[in-house]
């Protein structure tokens, strides 16, 4: 009995040693399997963390770029803007050259009719005049001369005037 006793002994003792073997080994596996998650943990972290700034980085350019899109858009609107006001005063420009066209031709209409209206006024004068001359005194005679001087003064007058209207109106349709 002491020889089974001592041989179950021995069994007990190498089935121990073989479990603390074993647990041994897990303790080794666990302790590398922990130290592998630490790892992978740590590099997950980092991961993360470069990911976070990577985010950043990206929020970043988006908002620039944003921006860069808000100043366009306002740039390219201002432009547009200051093309149709162009468009506008092009379109009054031209509306008031057609005006300043009519306008002379009316001016030029009506300076004829007045040179007219004065050139017939000044021969009916001197017509009247003529007949009238054998029934009048010298001192009427001296007086309608004075008038017919005083009335081809107003007509030179006239005409001049005309003539210088005229030149400013070129002037300013050359413009």
Same mark, same amino acid.
């Given at each position: 009995? &002491?020889?089974?006793?001592?041989?179950?002994?021995?069994?007990?003792?190498? #089935?121990?040693?073989?479990?603390?073997? &074993?647990?041994? #080994? +897990?303790?080794?596996? *666990?302790?590398?399997?922990? !130290?592998?998650? #630490? *790892?992978?943990? +740590?590099?997950?972290? %980092?991961?993360?963390?470069?990911? !976070?700034?990577s &985010?950043?980085? %990206?929020?970043?350019?988006?908002?620039?770029?944003?921006?860069?899109?808000?100043?366009?858009?306002?740039?390219? &609107?201002? #432009? +547009?803007?200051?093309?149709?006001?162009l468009?506008?005063l *092009?379109?009054?420009?031209?509306?008031?050259?057609?005006?300043?066209?009519?306008l002379?031709?009316?001016?030029?209409i009506?300076? %004829?009719? !007045?040179? =007219?209206?004065?050139?017939?006024? +000044?021969?009916?004068?001197?017509?009247?005049?003529e =007949?009238?001359?054998?029934?009048?005194?010298p001192?009427?005679?001296?007086?309608?001369?004075c008038?017919?001087?005083?009335?081809e003064?107003?007509?030179l007058?006239?005409?001049?005037?005309?003539?210088?209207?005229?030149?400013?109106?070129?002037?300013?349709?050359?413009?």
């Amino acid at each position: 009995m &002491k020889n089974t006793l001592s041989n179950t002994l021995k069994v007990l003792s190498k #089935e121990r040693q073989d479990e603390s073997t &074993k647990l041994n #080994e +897990s303790r080794m596996v *666990s302790e590398n399997i922990a !130290e592998e998650k #630490e *790892s992978k943990l +740590s590099c997950l972290k %980092v991961n993360n963390k470069q990911m !976070e700034i990577s &985010k950043e980085i %990206v929020n970043k350019q988006i908002l620039q770029q944003r921006n860069e899109n808000t100043e366009l858009y306002v740039k390219l &609107k201002k #432009e +547009s803007d200051a093309g149709n006001k162009l468009q506008i005063l *092009s379109k009054v420009n031209q509306d008031e050259r057609k005006r300043l066209n009519e306008l002379r031709e009316i001016s030029e209409i009506m300076i %004829v009719n !007045e040179n =007219h209206k004065l050139i017939c006024t +000044s021969q009916s004068r001197l017509c009247l005049e003529e =007949h009238i001359k054998p029934v009048t005194n010298p001192k009427e005679r001296f007086k309608n001369k004075c008038i017919q001087q005083i009335d081809e003064t107003n007509y030179l007058n006239v005409k001049l005037n005309n003539e210088n209207e005229s030149s400013m109106k070129q002037k300013i349709a050359l413009k």
